[in-house]
Every structure is written in C-alpha cells, then in structure tokens.
C-alpha cells in the first residue's frame, strides 16, 4: 500500500510553505490549520506530516497546541517533526496525539539520545529523519551541512531499530521541480528494510505515480496541493476507503 501523506508546516500556527526551507522565502495558505486537516479527511486520506517551523529554528516544541487540536478533531495519523529535541519535546508531542514523531537533527547531534528514543518507543513510532544535500546528511532546518554520507548514516540507524525514515533533497524542496528519484533508488539499493517516505518536489500526479511504481512506503505531499498542481480528487485513489 502506497500512502500520500499530505503536509501542514506551522509558523505562528498558520499553515504555510517555505522554499528550500528558507524562512525568508515563507507563504501562507491558511491561517487555520485545522480546517485543512480537516480537508484532507475529507478526501479520504488517512495520514498527515506537521512540521513545526518555529521549534525547528527555536530547537523545541512551539506548535503543540496546534498538533492537540487536529489530533482531537480528526481522525488523522499524525507524524510531528521539528523542535524534538529533549524528552520532555518528546513526552508533549505524543501526549498532544502524535502517532510517530520524526528526528533529524537530534539523531546527528545527540544519537545517544536518539538512539534511547528507539529503544524506549520502538521503531515504529519513532522516524529517522534523513534529509540529503548532495546526499550528505543536512541538520537544523538544513541550516546546516555535514559531511555525513546519508545512506551510510541510515544503514547505522536501521541496525539501532529504525524502520521509518523521510528523506527530502532539500536542493529539490518547494520547487516543484520533480522529486529526487535517483536518492530513494540508490537508498532502497543501500539500506534495504526500511520504510522510505520521499518528500519534496513532487510536482504533479505524474510524480506521485513514479514514486508509487518505486514500492517506497509513502511521499510527502505539501506545495504542489497548495499550488494546486495535484488535487485531493486525485489523490483519492490511494485513500483508504
């Protein structure tokens, strides 16, 4: 089963989108995220990514109100990212009703903890956010560059219980220049048996359907709804019914 799971990213608790992650580069779509989620069920989607931008930039959790609220009022499986930093980030985000929530950052910068995180939740619950620049490993709202190779980091973190991993080509990001298919091939190559969730640039149906054709488990699905390069109708044929 392929799953589409549409994307919220929160700024001041509005829905918007940035381009290749710069703040600078910010457009709102809503200012109310729940009626969007909201959207989405309607449609028969059963997934959603929320992305708090400001705990990204402030390195905690802002937006959980936001993430309680579309928890409570939908029946959406919610994955939360951004700002995850602490166990006490970690604690809030799934007592406001996350399903998964999503390390990046914290696995590169504090693996110990990240690593304590799998362990205490499972694989399951818990994704390893492995966004690539040139296929190096990039941190912080891609603030940041490593020099660590992606795949070699996401082999490590499957043989530590990963099973989930969203991996966005942040050269691709909020373009709507076609996602990074050559990435998510070369990662099913190298690290087989984890789940890959594509994220950014998917620009059209024609996209979504390629990635589909790949058996990854899912794609992220954020500007081109927005932008009304794909809509929810024809997103329906993946819904659950």
Known sequence: MFHII??????????????QGDYEKKKIYNEHPLEVAMQFEDAGLTRLHLVDLDGAKAKKVINWKVLE?????????VDFGGGVQSEDDLRV???????????????????????KWLSNYGGDKIILGADA???????????EGTELWVYDFVQKWIDKGAQ?????????????????????????????????????????????????????????VGKAIYEGKVTLAELQRWSIK
């Open 6 to 19: 549409p994307a919220i990213d929160l700024i001041e608790g509005k829905c918007v989108r940035l381009t």
């Open 69 to 77: 609220t579309i928890a409570t009022k939908t029946k959406l499986h």
């Open 93 to 115: 985000v799934f007592e406001s009703g996350a399903k998964q929530v999503t390390g990046g950052s914290i696995a590169v910068k504090n693996p110990d903890l990240f690593e």
């Open 133 to 143: 620049r040139n296929e190096r490993v990039a941190v912080s709202g891609w603030e």
């Open 164 to 220: 989930y991993t969203i991996s966005t080509d942040v050269a691709k990001d909020g373009l709507l220049q076609g996602p990074s298919f050559e990435l998510y091939r070369n990662m099913q190559d190298q690290c087989p048996g984890i789940k890959i969730i594509a994220s950014g640039g998917v620009s059209n149906l024609g996209d979504i359907e390629m990635l589909a054709e790949m058996n990854l488990f899912g794609v992220i």
